[in-house]
Each structure stands twice: as C-alpha cells, then as structure tokens.
C-alpha cells in the first residue's frame, strides 16, 4: 500500500501534544518544500521553467528571501518570473491600446451608456482581463501545489490507518482534535476516500472530539481572561498560560503567532 510510506511522519506528528496535528505535517511539509525549492539543482535555469511561469504566492516568497539561505537563487527566480509574467502582460497593454485610447476620446452618449453599463467599454474588458490576469499571479505557487498534493497523500493515510491500526485511532481520539481549517480538509477527504458507512463513523467521532475540545480550549481561554481580575492573581494558571496562541490555532491553524 502506498500510503505506508506517509505512516511515520504522520504517526510521528499524532504523538505531538498540540492542538492539531495535521497542522504539525503542514507546517514540516511547508519548511521541507521551501528547502526543496531553494536546492541547489532547483535553481538551474532548465528546473526554473515551471517556476517562472507560476511564480510563488506572496506568503512563499517572502518565506523563500527571509531564509537567506540561496538569495541569488531567488534573484534568478524573480527575474525570470517578472520578464515571464510581463511578456504575456506586454501582449495584453499592446492588444487593449487601441481601444484605450479610442474610449479617451468618446462621446457623451457613448459615455453614458457606458457609464449605466449598457454597454462595456474597451477600457472595462481591458480591466476585466488585466484585474484576472493579476489575480491570478498570487493564486499560482509551486510551494502551495507541492504542499496540496503531499497533504493530499498524509489524509488519505490518516483515514486508513484511522480504520487499520487500532492504536492511531485511540491517538486520535484521545488527543486534543484538530484546528478547524484541517477539520474541514478530513470532512472533505472522508467524503472523497472512505465507504459511506465508514465516513459515517469516522464524521460521527471526528465531531465529537472536535465538540469536546472545541469547550476545551473555550474553557481555558475564558480562565486565560478572568486571570486578569485582581481576584484571580494568586490563582494557578492551569492549562492557560499559553491559552491564546493555542486557541488562535485552534480556529485559524497555525501561524506566527506562538
Ligand atoms: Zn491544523
Ligand atoms: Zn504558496
């Protein structure tokens, strides 16, 4: 099987006392994929090809400069990407200029219709075009695909070791459940990956670890909040101290926020 190859890392991150621990593989499979990206070979102009075209998403490339660990490599990156990205815009100024410029010069009539959008303009298409065209460059990330495709294979490994390996499962349902973004990915893979009778039982225990913890963590934020009250100070923190952070990645995943 497959799948037995994601079964240490993943076992490995379900042994971690957090509050999910697929936010654990996420965040090692994003600090590998950024090291992966930032190798030596990757860096050769023929490897750059798929790169120049998709770029990174702004969170990938401010992680890929702050690591400083191959900046020429990423100064290469850039400048192909941006004379990549820019030629297929060039086409586009070039194409929309006639049109542009005929729209500086219309007449009220034309104005109006246009402006009760009757009737789109040359410059309302080239907006269109160029605000799509724009997007786009953020939403293509050769980390970001790198990292779906790899987490696609960890959750697929969960739910089967889920229904396999009686002690993953007691993990799981013994830990502290999962941040809520990675709570949706699992309700998503079950639908996709396991029989419906399995997927029934797996959602019906999934929602109630995720119930249970979901209390929790608002039990121990409120303690976090009522520590603040003079009345409280010699009060023991319990399991509060680092409540905040923990509750933020409970509802958002992680981040840089620890
Ligand atoms: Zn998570
Ligand atoms: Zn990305």
């Given at each position: 099987?497959?799948?037995?190859?994601?079964?240490?890392?993943?076992?490995?991150?379900?042994s971690?006392?957090?509050?999910?621990?697929v936010?654990?593989?996420e965040?090692n499979?994003?600090?590998?994929?950024?090291?992966?990206?930032?190798?030596?070979?990757?860096?050769?102009?023929?490897?750059?090809?798929?790169?120049?075209?998709?770029?990174?998403?702004?969170?990938?490339?401010?992680?890929?400069?702050?690591?400083?660990?191959?900046?020429?490599?990423?100064?290469?990156?850039i400048?192909?990407?941006?004379?990549?990205?820019?030629?297929i815009y060039?086409?586009?100024?070039?194409?929309?200029?006639?049109?542009?410029?005929?729209?500086?010069k219309?007449?009220?009539?034309?104005?109006?219709?246009?402006?009760i959008?009757?009737?789109?303009?040359?410059t309302?298409?080239?907006?269109s075009?160029?605000?799509?065209?724009?997007a786009?460059?953020?939403?293509?990330?050769?980390?970001?695909?790198?990292?779906?495709?790899?987490?696609?294979?960890?959750t697929?490994t969960?739910?089967?070791?889920?229904?396999?390996?009686?002690?993953?499962?007691?993990?799981?349902?013994?830990?502290?459940?999962?941040?809520?973004?990675h709570y949706?990915?699992?309700?998503?893979?079950?639908?996709?990956?396991?029989?419906?009778?399995?997927?029934?039982?797996?959602?019906?225990?999934?929602?109630?670890?995720?119930?249970?913890?979901?209390?929790?963590?608002l039990?121990?934020?409120?303690?976090?909040?009522?520590?603040?009250d003079?009345?409280?100070?010699?009060?023991?923190?319990?399991?509060?101290r680092?409540?905040?952070?923990r509750?933020?990645?409970?509802?958002?995943?992680?981040?840089?926020?620890k």
């Amino acid at each position: 099987m497959k799948e037995q190859i994601y079964t240490i890392p993943v076992n490995d991150a379900f042994s971690e006392d957090c509050e999910c621990p697929v936010c654990v593989l996420e965040q090692n499979l994003e600090n590998d994929s950024i090291s992966f990206m930032l190798s030596p070979a990757l860096m050769e102009s023929d490897n750059r090809m798929a790169t120049n075209q998709k770029g990174f998403c702004r969170r990938h490339f401010g992680m890929l400069y702050s690591k400083k660990e191959n900046v020429l490599g990423v100064s290469l990156v850039i400048e192909t990407h941006i004379q990549h990205q820019m030629g297929i815009y060039k086409k586009l100024l070039k194409k929309s200029k006639k049109g542009l410029d005929a729209d500086t010069k219309m007449n009220a009539v034309r104005n109006l219709a246009g402006h009760i959008g009757k009737s789109p303009t040359a410059t309302s298409k080239f907006i269109s075009d160029a605000t799509g065209f724009l997007a786009s460059l953020d939403d293509n990330c050769e980390v970001c695909e790198r990292i779906d495709r790899i987490m696609g294979r960890y959750t697929d490994t969960i739910l089967w070791m889920y229904f396999k390996d009686t002690d993953f499962r007691e993990k799981i349902k013994s830990g502290k459940g999962f941040c809520l973004p990675h709570y949706k990915l699992l309700l998503e893979s079950a639908k996709e990956q396991l029989s419906p009778k399995q997927t029934a039982l797996f959602v019906n225990d999934l929602n109630e670890l995720m119930m249970n913890n979901i209390n929790r963590i608002l039990e121990e934020i409120q303690w976090f909040s009522k520590k603040f009250d003079y009345r409280n100070k010699d009060a023991s923190w319990k399991n509060s101290r680092d409540a905040v952070p923990r509750a933020i990645n409970k509802f958002v995943s992680y981040g840089d926020f620890k």
